[in-house]
C-alpha cells in the first residue's frame, strides 16, 4: 500500500449473507502506526443465539483490543524487496505456499519461506530453472529481534548429474547500502536472453549484509543474510522489526547428460533463522528456530514436494 499512495477500505457484502445462517457480525479496529489498521472480525453463525451477549462477547474483544501493544503487532519489514523482476519469456510452473517455524520462546518470533518455479528451454536442448525464494524473519515482540536468514538449495545429489546451478544471485559478500539489486540472467534461451532482479531498498537506520557460500562446483546456493540496525559508535539489534530477502537461482537439467530423461530438476530446500532475545534480567543471547527442510522434484509442467 505504501508503493501505490492509496487507501485500503472494508467492505462486507450483505447479499452474500443470504446463503448463509450467519446471525451477528462485529468488526473491531484500531489505528497503528503508519497509518494502518488493526482489524478483528467477530462473526457469529447458527440458530437460537443471544444478540445482547454477543454483543458483549464484542465489547470484550474490543477492550483486548485497545490493550494490545498494535506497535509490536504492526512490525513491518524495515528492508523491503521490490519484489522479483522475471522477463516474461520465463515460464511458470507452481509454487511451494509458505512454510514457517516459529521459534520455542516467550517472546513471539517467526521464520517463514515460500518459493516459485519457472523454466525455459535453450538452444542446445537443455532445460533451465528458476527458483525464487522468499525467506522471512519476524519478530513480534520488542524482545526478540532478527540476527539471520540463511537460504540453501542443494542439487548436488550424486544420482542426478545432470542438474547443476548456473546462476544466482546475491553474490560475494556485501553490504550495507541502502539499496541492493542483482540481475543474473542467461542468453542462449529459444526465447532469447532471459533474466531476473531482485532488489531491495532499506529504511533509514536499518540494513543487511549477506555472505554467499555458495558452490558452483556443489550446485548448492547457500546464503546468509545479517540484520541490524544503525547506531552511531556500532551496529545494533534491530528489535521487534522484520527482515524480508530473496536469494534465487537458475538451474540447469541437460537431458544429454541422462540418457535423454532427465529434463527435471531434484532440489533440497532448508531455510534457518537466529534471533536475538533479551531475557527478563537484561541479558541478551541467541536463538535459532527449527529449520525448514523439504525436498522438490521440479518438472516442466508440475513440483512434486516432499518432506525431508
Not at 35 to 51: A, L, M
Not at 109 to 135: I, M, N
Not at 273 to 286: C, E, K, L, P, Q
Not at 291 to 299: C, E, G, L, Q, R
Request: overall charge neutral; aromatic content about 12%.
Amino acid at each position: 500500500m505504501d508503493s501505490l499512495r492509496t487507501k485500503l477500505g472494508i467492505v462486507l457484502d450483505f447479499k452474500e449473507l443470504k446463503k448463509s445462517n450467519v446471525k451477528f457480525i462485529g468488526i473491531v479496529t484500531k489505528p497503528t502506526p503508519g497509518d494502518r489498521y488493526y482489524t478483528v472480525y467477530y462473526i457469529v453463525e447458527g440458530p437460537g443465539i443471544d444478540p445482547q451477549r454477543e454483543v458483549r462477547e464484542l465489547q470484550k474483544i474490543s477492550e483486548g483490543v485497545k490493550r494490545t501493544d498494535i506497535e509490536i503487532l504492526s512490525a513491518r519489514s524495515k528492508l523491503s524487496p521490490l519484489s522479483l523482476q522475471v522477463s516474461y519469456d520465463w515460464n511458470p510452473i507452481g509454487s511451494v505456499h509458505w512454510k514457517r517455524s516459529t521459534l520455542d520462546s516467550a517472546p513471539r518470533a517467526y521464520l517463514e519461506f515460500k518459493a516459485d518455479y519457472s523454466y525455459v528451454t535453450t538452444t542446445s536442448g537443455q532445460y533451465w530453472y528458476l527458483v525464487h525464494t522468499v525467506t522471512q524473519g519476524r519478530a513480534m515482540a520488542s524482545t526478540v529481534a532478527v540476527k539471520s536468514l540463511e537460504t540453501i538449495i542443494d542439487a548436488n545429489h550424486p544420482q542426478n548429474p545432470w542438474q547443476q546451478i548456473e546462476d544466482w544471485c546475491p553474490k560475494n559478500d556485501g553490504g550495507p547500502k541502502t539499496v541492493y539489486s542483482y540481475t543474473f540472467q542467461i542468453n542462449n534461451a529459444k526465447e532469447g536472453s532471459v533474466s531476473a532482479t531482485v532488489s531491495y531498498e532499506t529504511s533509514d537506520g536499518y540494513y543487511m549484509k549477506w555472505k554467499d557460500r555458495t558452490s558452483g562446483y556443489e550446485s548448492r546456493l547457500d546464503v546468509i543474510h545479517e540484520y541490524y540496525k544503525q547506531h552511531y559508535l556500532r551496529p545494533d539489534i534491530a528489535w521487534g522489526s522484520q527482515l524480508t530477502v530473496e536469494p534465487s537461482a537458475i538451474f540447469s537439467a541437460d537431458p544429454s547428460k541422462g540418457m535423454g530423461r532427465t529434463y527435471y530438476l531434484s532440489l533440497d530446500h532448508v531455510v534457518k533463522g537466529t534471533f536475538w532475545v533479551r531475557g527478563g534480567s537484561g541479558a541478551i543471547y541467541t536463538m535459532s528456530a527449527p529449520p525448514i527442510k523439504f525436498h522438490v522434484t521440479v518438472y516442466p509442467w508440475k513440483i512434486v514436494e516432499y518432506d525431508s
